[in-house]
């Protein structure tokens, strides 16, 4: 798991398997597997891109919508043989016009997510991660300055104080961070 140097531990597993796929096929280090999900680092084939898989045990709805890419990195659905069939497994892959470190950013943050949502039916931890990723692309997307208008800063102080007070109010993380 990767609570701790999380960036560097994610650096080495990528460290240790580059060059080591071949064709499209994937190579991977395991990072966890809990509840519904198991989370990997990974490499995919001759382009060596630096990836997060994630697994997510259970039946999920057919994907009414692409699953989102670009800023850097995309998220695929793919197959990952030898490992748990009983999963539907994503991989979230960093383009070779993304920051590695922005990269590093992201795949930490969602290794994360999916460890504290490793408990949840498969359908609720795949829309945590798609709702997250989202979340990452338009944060990249912003201007360039990275300053909120007052408007903005106003309207966020504003949602904090809802989402805290929801959480006061004994909803819980999930629920109130889904429902944000």
Known sequence: MLRSNSDIELAAAWR???GQAAGDGWKVIELFGLGNCCVMAGRRGARNEESVLVGVRGDLPPQPFQLPRG?????IST????YPVDHSWFALVRQESGSLELFTKVAVDLVNLMESSSAQDGPRIHSSMISRIRAW??????DSDGVLSTEEEIGLF???????NLLNDGV??????ESW
């Open 137 to 142: 692309q338009a944060f990249m997307k912003r």
């Open 16 to 18: 240790a398997l580059s």
């Open 71 to 75: 800023q850097g990195f995309s998220l």
């Open 172 to 177: 819980s993380e999930f629920d109130a961070l």
């Open 79 to 82: 197959e990952l043989h030898g």
């Open 158 to 164: 504003g949602e904090l104080l809802v989402l805290r």
